[in-house]
């Protein structure tokens, strides 16, 4: 019956505390929505807005043939002045290109614009090293009369791709062994930005354990003879409660309203109880470390402070912001201290590897050691601070 009271009253403070109501919903929502149309093209090739001018020196049918070949592999604009990227060639392109492998090869010189993104680079780097092996293709048969002066550019390109092309079928291997398409835009960013947005319980949960400290609230509490574990458990219960209706809420509208925006949809894949699981994880993990956060601080302006850079810095190191995928390896065993990296990973094994509750477990258990740990240190701490409250609540 305590406990319940305890609850009901955590409740009504959060319920009128719009601040928090927005920090815990509508705060990671526009994280999930901005981040799913910021990716939306993880998957494409090289983005249409990207123009690539092609310089060459000479002006002979090897040239010609090289720049026809990299025309298919991007969007050549000869004649821009705006282009972000270019290729150049060498005068000596024809002789270099029909020479054997012991004389110097072709050389291109690349000249992209310095906020051109890595991958974009890479694109480019690959397609115009397929353009080129296609070139040297067509000087091998040209030079072994295999292909004549007779045809037209384009039938030679023709001839030379059916010699070159292949088809790729890109899938993932799932947690089991299975194959599965590749996993889309909405599988990568949702997690991340919804466990970010779990963890953010930190901020109201200070604030409200420092107004009860601050207008006597606790203290009156503390002489009602309620046991500090039941007002400890009093203060995280109901933000595990939050915790796993941000889980399900934002599921739900990633799922429905993804779609909706013309993006692609979250696709839960995996088995439910696992879903489950780690939702309960996560938030057992996120509101003892708020606990743990609220016990420590001891005015509105630290809570604010030590909140959000706890949450901001662990987002950071654990992948959330960064993906661990494109971070140095000392980088990695620094994420993999994260408890957001732990969740993450389960998370992500579920939406696009079919997993269950075998594959979500090692994430699941470093979670709840986490959490055991935090809110051991925020009892300890919480306990301690019962003890010297004092009538004018100064401690």
């Given at each position: 019956?305590?406990?319940?009271?305890?609850?009901?009253?955590?409740?009504?403070?959060?319920?009128?505390?719009?601040?928090?109501?927005?920090?815990?919903?509508?705060?990671?929502?526009?994280?999930?929505?901005?981040?799913?149309?910021?990716?939306?093209?993880?998957?494409?090739?090289?983005?249409?807005?990207?123009?690539?001018?092609?310089?060459?020196?000479?002006?002979?049918?090897?040239?010609?043939?090289?720049?026809?070949?990299?025309?298919?592999?991007?969007?050549?604009?000869?004649?821009?002045?705006?282009?972000?990227?270019?290729?150049?060639?060498?005068?000596?392109?024809?002789?270099?290109?029909?020479?054997?492998?012991?004389?110097?090869?072709?050389?291109?010189?690349?000249?992209?614009?310095?906020?051109?993104?890595?991958?974009?680079?890479?694109?480019?780097?690959?397609?115009?090293?397929?353009?080129?092996?296609?070139?040297?293709?067509?000087?091998?048969?040209?030079?072994?009369?295999?292909?004549?002066?007779?045809?037209?550019?384009?039938?030679?390109?023709?001839?030379?791709?059916?010699?070159?092309?292949?088809?790729?079928?890109?899938?993932?291997?799932?947690?089991?062994?299975?194959?599965?398409?590749?996993?889309?835009?909405?599988?990568?960013?949702?997690?991340?930005?919804?466990?970010?947005?779990?963890?953010?319980?930190?901020?109201?949960?200070?604030?409200?354990?420092?107004?009860?400290?601050?207008?006597?609230?606790?203290?009156?509490?503390?002489?009602?003879?309620?046991?500090?574990?039941?007002?400890?458990?009093?203060?995280?219960?109901?933000?595990?409660?939050?915790?796993?209706?941000?889980?399900?809420?934002?599921?739900a509208v990633s799922y429905w309203l993804l779609p909706q925006l013309g993006l692609a949809p979250l696709q839960l894949n995996g088995s439910p109880l696992a879903y489950l699981l780690l939702a309960c994880s996560i938030a057992l993990c996120s509101s003892s470390f708020g606990f743990f956060i609220a016990s420590l601080v001891r005015s509105n302006e630290q809570a604010l402070m030590l909140s959000g850079g706890c949450n901001i810095i662990l987002a950071a190191v654990g992948g959330i912001m960064v993906p661990k995928a494109v971070m140095p390896e000392a980088?990695?065993?620094?994420?993999?201290?994260?408890?957001?990296?732990?969740?993450?990973?389960?998370?992500?094994?579920?939406?696009?590897?079919?997993?269950?509750?075998?594959?979500?477990?090692?994430?699941?258990?470093?979670?709840?050691?986490?959490?055991?740990?935090?809110?051991?240190?925020?009892?300890?701490?919480?306990?301690?601070?019962?003890?010297?409250?004092?009538?004018?609540?100064?401690?």
């Open positions: 019956m305590r406990l319940s009271a305890l609850l009901t009253k955590e409740w009504r403070l959060l319920r009128r505390d719009l601040h928090a109501l927005a920090v815990l919903f509508l705060m990671p929502l526009t994280f999930v929505l901005l981040m799913a149309f910021a990716l939306s093209d993880l998957n494409a090739g090289v983005p249409a807005r990207a123009s690539v001018v092609l310089q060459q020196h000479a002006d002979d049918h090897d040239s010609r043939f090289f720049a026809a070949a990299l025309a298919q592999q991007l969007t050549v604009l000869p004649e821009t002045d705006t282009a972000n990227i270019s290729v150049i060639t060498s005068a000596d392109f024809s002789e270099l290109l029909q020479q054997d492998s012991d004389t110097p090869t072709p050389q291109l010189q690349l000249l992209f614009a310095a906020n051109t993104p890595p991958v974009l680079r890479q694109q480019v780097r690959s397609a115009i090293t397929l353009a080129l092996a296609q070139s040297r293709l067509q000087a091998f048969l040209r030079a072994n009369d295999m292909l004549s002066d007779e045809q037209s550019l384009t039938e030679q390109l023709s001839l030379v791709r059916r010699q070159t092309d292949s088809t790729l079928s890109e899938q993932d291997i799932g947690s089991q062994g299975q194959l599965l398409h590749q996993a889309n835009a909405s599988q990568h960013s949702v997690p991340a930005w919804l466990i970010f947005g779990m963890f953010f319980v930190m901020l109201p949960m200070a604030n409200t354990l420092l107004a009860e400290q601050h207008s006597g609230t606790l203290l009156r509490l503390k002489a009602a003879g309620l046991p500090p574990l039941t007002l400890a458990l009093g203060k995280c219960l109901p933000y595990f409660v939050i915790n796993v209706l941000q889980f399900t809420l934002l599921l980088m990695q065993q620094v994420a993999a201290l994260s408890p957001m990296s732990w969740a993450l990973d389960g998370f992500l094994v579920l939406l696009t590897g079919h997993g269950g509750i075998a594959d979500v477990a090692p994430s699941v258990v470093k979670l709840l050691l986490f959490a055991s740990v935090s809110f051991a240190l925020a009892y300890f701490i919480f306990q301690y601070k019962l003890s010297r409250i004092k009538w004018t609540a100064l401690y």
